[in-house]
């Protein structure tokens, strides 16, 4: 049998740029976690290399991060807490590196905070993902700092293609070594993103659809505060924890990453070094 496309060379370069960081009780993060232990969190941007062009995914928080959330609802205000690091932008610059596209798993304020930094760029959203950003109270994560004129926003739609056993994807270059599929709930056009750098090294990066892996293998939500907050369709955020499980159990060797678990994040590190 042929080997895949994707495993046939390591052409792809897989860096995660950490913009920020949150320290909360584990039981903030999934149900009936505990409430005696912090659970270390990250946000990244996740900087992808391949031949044919070099993207972000998601851009952590942006040079305006401090500015940007006082638009948020009070009382959203007050539940968000980050520790800021270094910009994707400035990393971005420091690394020499020249940005094709962002592509982002979703428009919350902590995955699309740095699309400003960068107005000369396409940002690249789904049809549904755009839509829901524009529907006045969305969300309390979602507001107009985050969408300015300066921003280029470019919609997509993901083909009735099946992958892993998600059943919408989109094949960015078409050498099957980086695939988005669709993972509505969350947000309605959240998407993940497959890294594919060979057989034996595999990276999903799965958004916010959970927070903690552990949620993966317990078949469990977030606390039920933090849904409440945060997911647009809690009944679907469950279907695509199951839709995960299932990927567990069938393809063991693929690295499941939620954006905002820093063990997850810290171990995909690893994986692509």
Same mark, same amino acid.
């Given at each position: 049998?042929?080997? *895949? ?19 909360? +009780? ?13 659970? *270390? ?48 932008? &400035? ?28 107005? =000369? ?27 300015? &004129? ?7 739609? +993901? ?7 998600? *059943? ?70 469950? +279907? ?12 063991? &060797? ?6 905002? =678990? ?12």
């Amino acid at each position: 049998m042929s080997l *895949p496309v994707w495993s046939q060379n390591e052409s792809v370069k897989f860096t995660v740029l950490k913009t920020g960081s949150i320290d909360p +009780l584990e039981a903030t993060t999934l149900q009936g976690g505990s409430w005696f232990k912090r659970f *270390p969190m990250t946000h990244p941007a996740f900087l992808i290399e391949h031949p044919k062009g070099n993207f972000l995914f998601d851009t952590g928080l942006g040079t305006k991060a401090k500015e940007q959330v006082q638009d948020m609802v009070w009382w959203a205000r007050l539940a968000t807490e980050f520790n800021q690091d270094v910009s994707a932008l &400035e990393q971005i610059k420091e690394k020499g590196i020249k940005l094709d596209r962002i592509i982002l798993s979703h428009a919350h304020f902590d995955h699309s905070s740095g699309v400003v930094d960068f107005p =000369d760029l396409p940002i690249e959203v789904t049809v549904e993902e755009m839509a829901f950003a524009k529907t006045k109270d969305a969300s309390a994560a979602i507001f107009p700092s985050l969408f300015p &004129e300066t921003v280029q926003f470019k919609t997509y739609e +993901l083909e009735a293609k099946e992958y892993e056993g998600f *059943p919408k994807s989109r094949d960015i270059y078409g050498d099957g070594k980086l695939v988005l599929v669709g993972l509505p709930g969350h947000t309605p056009g959240s998407v993940g993103l497959f890294v594919n750098l060979s057989i034996e090294k595999r990276i999903f990066l799965v958004g916010d659809t959970v927070w903690n892996a552990d949620a993966i293998e317990q078949g469990v939500p977030k606390f039920w505060f933090s849904k409440k907050f945060v997911d647009n369709k809690p009944d679907e955020v469950m +279907l695509r924890i199951q839709e995960l499980q299932a990927l567990q159990k069938r393809s063991p &060797e693929v690295l499941i990453v939620p954006s905002h =678990d820093a063990r997850s994040v810290a171990k995909a590190m690893e994986l692509a070094k």
